[in-house]
C-alpha cells in the first residue's frame, strides 16, 4: 500500500501475536500488539489504529464482543476489523461479518499471502485474475508455457468475497482448483458468459465448486433465440455429450438471460454490448466502487477499406469502454489466415496482452530479483545468487541438539509442558528410548486437555498428535514453509531416515533466516 498502516493486533497466543507482528511489520507496517483483550478495549480508542486483527477465543472479553463494542464507538468508525482464527466453520465466517468485521483469516496464517489479502481489504480493491486467455482449443505443448494452454476464463473478486467469473473455457478448472486450495466455502458467484461457443463454456461441467452445497452461482449471458442460457448449459450436459447432468449440481443455480443494456447483477453495475462475432456475443463493463473494468473477447472490427467497417459500431465500442480502469481486449482487424476465419492473429494478440498485463504489473508492484526469488515455487532457481535464502536448506536454519525440547515416551503431561516451557516454540517431541519420535505435543493439545479434564499427571502419550508432519534436514527450508502451510502448522521436527529426532523448526526460525 501507500502508507505504512498502523494495526492493532489483539491476540492471547505469543506465537501466534509474534508470527502475525513480523510478518506486517516485515512489508513496513506500525504494530502495537496486546495479548489481554480487556486492556485492548481501553486502547484501541486513544491508539485509533487504521485496523484492529483479533482472535475470536480469548478470555476476559471474547473477539465477537470485542468487534461488537468497536463497531459501537463513532470514533473509530474508518477502523476496520478483521477476525484471526482457527475456527473455519462458514457460521464463524458469517457472525463475524454480521457483527462488523470486514474479513476473516484462518489460522495458521498463510505467510506468503496474508499481508496482501489484509492490504486488499483494507485498500477495497477488486482481484482480477487469468486462468485461461487462449482462443478456440486447449493446447498442452511446450509453446504454451508461457501463458498456458487453457480457454478463456477471468475472475474478479471483490473485496466482500464476491466472485465475478468471465467465461467457462477450460481455464474454469485452474480456478476450481484454487478456490478448493484456499477451502473456500459458501461462495457467492456470478459467471458471465460472453457467448456459448465452445471454448467459452465446455469446461463449466468441471468447476467443482457447483457441486459443493451451500455455494450459490448465477449463470447469466445472451439468449439465442427461444434458447435460454439454461438451455444452453443444460444442452451440453444432457447425458449424451456429457454422463453428468445439471441435476447432479448441489450448489444452488440460477440463470439470467441478457441482452444489450445496463443490469444490477450479484450488487454490482453491469453494462452489456452486443459485439461483433457470429450469434448473439456480449462485451461485459462492470463497475464497482467507482471503476470500471471492460472485458471484450471475440470481436470482428475489420479494417476501415473492408465493405464490413462500420464507423457507427467503432464509435460505440469506444463509448462503451471510454474511461474505463482497465479495458480487455485483444481483438484484431484481420486474422493471418488467407479466409480471415481460422484464429491466427487473434490468438497471438491474446498472448501479447497477457505479456503486456505481466509486465505491468511487474513495474506497478515494484516486483524485484528478490521478490522472483522469495515467490518462485519451493525456491528452486537456477542461480544462487538470485535465490538468496530461499535456497537455505533445513538443516542450516532448524534448532539442534539441547535447543529442541523432547520428552521420553511415557511422560507425564506436566513434564511434557514444562519441557514445552524451557523450548519456547509452543511444543515438545516425544520419542521413545532410542531417539525416535513417536508424537509431539503441541499447546493445541494441551488446550484441548485441559478443555476435558486437568490431570496433568496422565501420559503424554495419550493426548499427543501422533505420527506428526516431519521434514529431512536436506530438504529447502521453503520447501518447509509449503509443508507448515499445506499442513496449517506453524512447527516442524526433523528426522533422518530411521524417524530419529535430529532438530526443530518453526517459523519465527524461518523469519530470522529471512526464507519467508
Request: net charge negative.
Amino acid at each position: 500500500m501507500g502508507r505504512p498502516l498502523k494495526i492493532y493486533v489483539v491476540d492471547d497466543s505469543p506465537v501466534q501475536t509474534e508470527i502475525v507482528k513480523a510478518l506486517l511489520e516485515k512489508a513496513g507496517h506500525l504494530v502495537t500488539t496486546n495479548r489481554s483483550s480487556a486492556d485492548a478495549l481501553r486502547d484501541i480508542p486513544v491508539k485509533r489504529p487504521d485496523c484492529v486483527l483479533m482472535d475470536i477465543m480469548m478470555p476476559e472479553i471474547d473477539g465477537y464482543d470485542l468487534c461488537r463494542r468497536i463497531r459501537s464507538m463513532p470514533e473509530l468508525a474508518d477502523t476496520k476489523v478483521f477476525m484471526m482464527s482457527t475456527k473455519a466453520f462458514p457460521f464463524e465466517r458469517r457472525r463475524a461479518a454480521e457483527l462488523g468485521a470486514s474479513g476473516y483469516f484462518t489460522k495458521p496464517l498463510n505467510p506468503v499471502s496474508f499481508v496482501f489479502e489484509l492490504e486488499r481489504l483494507l485498500a477495497d480493491t477488486m482481484a482480477l485474475s487469468f486462468w485461461g486467455v487462449r482462443g478456440t482449443l486447449p493446447i498442452s505443448r511446450p509453446d504454451s508455457q508461457r501463458y498456458g494452454g487453457a480457454t478463456s476464463c477471468v475472475s474478479l473478486a471483490f473485496p466482500d468475497g464476491r466472485l465475478f467469473i468471465f467465461d467457462a473455457g477450460s481455464g474454469i478448472r485452474a480456478l476450481s482448483d484454487a478456490l478448493l486450495a484456499a477451502k473456500r466455502t459458501r461462495i457467492d458467484g456470478t459467471i458471465l458468459i460472453s457467448h456459448p461457443h465452445w471454448d467459452h463454456i465446455n469446461a463449466l461441467p468441471f468447476f467443482v465448486p457447483f457441486y459443493m452445497q451451500g455455494n450459490q452461482f448465477e449463470i447469466c449471458g445472451a439468449s439465442h433465440g427461444d434458447i435460454t442460457m439454461r438451455d444452453l448449459i443444460s444442452a451440453q450436459m444432457d447425458g449424451v455429450y456429457f454422463p453428468v447432468t445439471v441435476r447432479e449440481f448441489a450448489a444452488s443455480i440460477t440463470y439470467r438471460d441478457l441482452a444489450e443494456g445496463d443490469y444490477t447483477i450479484g450488487g454490482v453495475s453491469v453494462k452489456t454490448m452486443l459485439l461483433s462475432h457470429p450469434g448473439n456475443c456480449l462485451g461485459y463493463r462492470v463497475t464497482y466502487g467507482g471503476r470500471s473494468i471492460c472485458y471484450v473477447t471475440d470481436n470482428e472490427l475489420y479494417d476501415p477499406g473492408s465493405d464490413f467497417y462500420s464507423d457507427e459500431y467503432v464509435d460505440r465500442l469506444v463509448g462503451f469502454a471510454r474511461e474505463a480502469d482497465v479495458h480487455l481486449d485483444a481483438s484484431v482487424a484481420q486474422e493471418a489466415c488467407p479466409l480471415n476465419l481460422a484464429p491466427t492473429a487473434s490468438t497471438t494478440a491474446a498472448l501479447a496482452l497477457g505479456d503486456a498485463l505481466a509486465v505491468a504489473l511487474l513495474d506497478a508492484h515494484g516486483f524485484t530479483a528478490a521478490d522472483f526469488a522469495r515467490t518462485h515455487p519451493r525456491g528452486r532457481l537456477p542461480h544462487q545468487a538470485l535465490a538468496g535464502q530461499a535456497l537455505l536448506h533445513v538443516e542450516e536454519v532448524m534448532r539442534s541438539g539441547d535447543a529442541v525440547p523432547r520428552v521420553p515416551a511415557g511422560s507425564s503431561i506436566r513434564q511434557a509442558l514444562v519441557e514445552m516451557t524451557r523450548g519456547r516454540i509452543g511444543m515438545t517431541a516425544v520419542v521413545d528410548g532410542a531417539g525416535k519420535v513417536r508424537g509431539v505435543f503441541t499447546d493445541g493439545d494441551l488446550r484441548r486437555t485441559l478443555e476435558k479434564s486437568n490431570q496433568l499427571d496422565r501420559r503424554v502419550d495419550e493426548v499427543m498428535t501422533a505420527s506428526p508432519k516431519t521434514v529431512r534436514r536436506e530438504m529447502l527450508a521453503a520447501e518447509a514453509v509449503h509443508v507448515m502451510e499445506e499442513s496449517k502448522i506453524n512447527q516442524l521436527l526433523v528426522v533422518d531416515e530411521q524417524g530419529a529426532l535430529l532438530g526443530a523448526l518453526n517459523m519465527h526460525d524461518l523469519f530470522r533466516a529471512k526464507v519467508i
